[in-house]
Nanobody, 123 residues
Framework: QVQLVESGGGSVQAGGSLTLSCTNT????????MAWFRQQPGREREGVAV???????VYADSVKGRFTIAKNNAKNTLVLQMDSLKPEDTAMYYC?????????????????WGQGTQVTVSS
């Protein structure tokens, strides 16, 4: 069973940085892909970044050059380093995982989700 636990959200001023972490406290699978999604009030959930089981990384255009996704296999932890934050990055951020490929706009939502962590960027 995959169990995702997120941490690291908070409040920051525009231009600042935050680091989100997502740890799989359940069973580790080499074929597990992981990703970050976010959802703003009144808007649909959107993909932010994907770290595929093959090690490929994909970013949404809105965060390219500012966010970095990485995975610490020894700690079963997915990390999202967020720099140059903007007020429009304010959202609830969710870690997600599933077997095989993951996409920023998945046809089928990932099977496993964390509880979410709030990120607030003030201007």
């Amino acid at each position: 069973q995959v169990q995702l636990v997120e941490s690291g959200g908070g409040s920051v001023q525009a231009g600042g940085s935050l680091t989100l972490s997502c740890t799989n406290t359940g069973t580790t699978y080499s074929s597990l892909s992981m990703a970050w999604f976010r959802q703003q009030p009144g808007r649909e959930r959107e993909g932010v970044a994907v770290f595929d089981s093959d090690g490929d990384k994909v970013y949404a255009d809105s965060v390219k050059g500012r966010f970095t996704i990485a995975k610490n296999n020894a700690k079963n932890t997915l990390v999202l380093q967020m720099d140059s934050l903007k007020p429009e990055d304010t959202a609830m951020y969710y870690c997600a995982a599933d077997f095989g490929r993951l996409f920023l706009v998945p046809a089928i939502p990932p099977r496993y989700w964390g509880q979410g962590t709030q990120v607030t960027v003030s201007s």
